[in-house]
């Protein structure tokens, strides 16, 4: 079962409401928020929250780009700021770190990404003139 699930539905709550998300967990390491067209994977290491954003090609591929970084680059202050968190005493430090780089992503894309989240690209030029670009990968779809 994926430990981050059901902190993420909460954290990503009036995101998954507003746009009207599906959210499923693929594994232990993995959960999709689904729209019509358009998926964000999160991918929670223990070292870091990715974050990739699929154009759905067909039923089995998605072309896959890897936004992190570049979600990173306009994060503000206010972006990271959050309220207290309270944790549990056998919730360890990567957990920790993992909910509230969750809190900070939901916060930038609200705050600097609403077209990433409505499956607009509009931000997609921007991405590409930045250093974070990358060719988009074409990859199976999980979910």
């Given at each position: 079962?994926?430990?981050?699930l059901s902190p993420f539905c909460e954290i990503?709550?009036?995101?998954?409401?507003?746009?009207?998300?599906?959210?499923?967990?693929?594994?232990?390491?993995?959960?999709?928020?689904?729209?019509?067209?358009?998926?964000?994977?999160?991918?929670?290491?223990?070292?870091?929250?990715?974050i990739s954003y699929c154009v759905i090609k067909?039923?089995?591929?998605?072309?896959?780009?890897?936004?992190?970084?570049?979600?990173?680059?306009?994060?503000?202050?206010?972006?990271?700021?959050?309220?207290?968190?309270?944790?549990?005493?056998?919730?360890?430090?990567v957990y920790k770190r993992n909910i509230y780089?969750?809190?900070?992503?939901?916060?930038?894309?609200?705050?600097?990404?609403?077209?990433?989240?409505?499956?607009?690209?509009?931000?997609?030029?921007?991405?590409?003139?930045?250093?974070?670009?990358?060719?988009?990968?074409?990859?199976?779809?999980?979910?």
């Open positions: 079962m994926n430990q981050y990503f709550g009036d995101i998954i409401k507003r746009y009207g998300f599906n959210v499923t967990a693929c594994d232990n390491d993995t959960i999709i928020m689904a729209g019509r067209g358009y998926q964000l994977v999160f991918v929670i290491w223990r070292e870091a929250v990715e067909n039923d089995t591929e998605v072309v896959t780009y890897n936004v992190r970084d570049f979600i990173i680059t306009y994060m503000t202050d206010a972006d990271r700021t959050i309220s207290e968190i309270t944790f549990t005493a056998d919730q360890n430090e780089s969750l809190n900070h992503f939901a916060n930038a894309l609200k705050n600097h990404f609403p077209a990433m989240l409505e499956g607009r690209m509009d931000w997609l030029e921007l991405f590409e003139k930045s250093e974070w670009y990358r060719e988009p990968r074409v990859e199976n779809r999980k979910a």
